[in-house]
């Protein structure tokens, strides 16, 4: 199952890095100040998933370009409209006359719409800019797929599900044949669907199909972080068509209930907003984050209160 921490410290800037189980690849969540953030584990991000390039959610993107520099990987940065510009610019704005080129390679993805991602490559020590291709999905890897939402905070700010690939397992007390390579074979075909595939098993053989009760579908974990969005129908349908039935997701929660008219006036969500929208997509679990800096640790307690109370696991 995906797991996520959330690596920002209360009143520090959002960033919540997601692992894969018994994997080596990380994947980070917007990158605002977080000191809970190692380098070890920047090191480790194969992928960074950019809500909006407000600085609370970017401002250290700096620091984590820092700590990849040198380690010779492509690493994929997903944002919104104009990502791209705004990345060559953060890295522009540096001296790199002693990096060769081959230090690393950016892949920037810029969500122009729901059916158009552009794709960039961008490399030192120049940082030119390449459009290498325009594509209808925007990631995949052998661990899971992400898709994603283009909410309005005033501006586009990117939804983003993790959905972890499902994975078939073989029960063995089921089963009366000994273990060997079929098994393999058998689990490749039910991933394929190739009912009438020949397995051979011990001399004889069988069609798939007659061996698929030995297998489990076990669906993948559905997870979503959900940034600054406005309190409205509009991102409201938006939400509940890509994040319906997921089983953990992180919600922007910004203001308390009192304060509704703030986030009204500054596109943000409030407590019993983002609790009631996470209630009507049936999320088994949902965790409020992201909390205005003007608040005490007794503010955030009344806007978890709220939150969870219109979720109904008050």
């Known amino acids: 199952m995906l797991q996520a921490e959330i690596k920002s410290l209360f009143k520090e800037d959002i960033s919540i890095l997601i692992k894969v189980p018994n994997s080596a690849k990380h994947y980070l969540c917007d990158c605002g100040e977080a000191s809970l953030l190692t380098v070890k584990e920047v090191q480790s991000v194969s992928a960074l998933f950019i809500s909006h390039t407000h600085i609370d959610h970017f401002s250290n993107f700096d620091g984590i370009f820092r700590h990849q520099i040198g380690s010779g990987e492509k690493v994929v940065i997903c944002g919104p409209k104009n990502i791209h510009r705004q990345i060559e610019a953060r890295l522009k704005s540096y001296t790199w006359n002693l990096i060769d080129e081959n230090a690393i390679e950016y892949e920037i993805r810029e969500i122009v719409s729901e059916q158009e991602i552009k794709v960039y490559k961008i490399r030192p020590p120049h940082w030119n800019l390449e459009l290498i291709k325009t594509q209808d999905f ?3 890897d052998e661990y899971l ?12 700010s990117i939804a983003y599900l993790f959905k972890e690939k499902d994975s078939v397992s073989f029960n063995e007390n089921g089963s ?24 051979e098993i011990e001399g004889a053989v069988y069609q798939a199909s007659e061996l698929f009760h030995l297998l ?20 409201y349908e938006k939400i509940k068509t890509v994040f319906e039935n997921a089983d953990r997701v992180y919600i922007e929660t910004f203001y308390k209930d009192e304060d509704r008219e703030f986030a009204k ?48 696991k008050d």
């Open 265 to 312: 006036t500054n596109h943000h969500s409030y407590a019993s907003a983002s609790g009631s929208i996470m209630k009507a997509c049936g999320v088994k679990e949902a965790i409020p984050v992201h909390f205005s800096r003007r608040y005490t640790e007794i503010d955030r307690l009344e806007i978890e209160t709220a939150f969870y109370r219109a979720f109904g």
């Open 145 to 156: 797929n992400v898709s994603f939402a283009i909410l309005d905070h005033k501006t586009d």
């Open 216 to 235: 489990t579908l076990n669906e993948g974990c559905r997870l979503g972080v959900i940034m600054d969005h406005a309190a409205d129908e509009g991102n």
């Open 138 to 140: 925007l990631f995949e």
């Open 176 to 199: 009366r044949f000994k273990k060997g390579k079929w098994i393999s074979e058998l689990k490749a075909a039910f991933e394929r669907s190739e009912n009438d595939k020949e397995i």
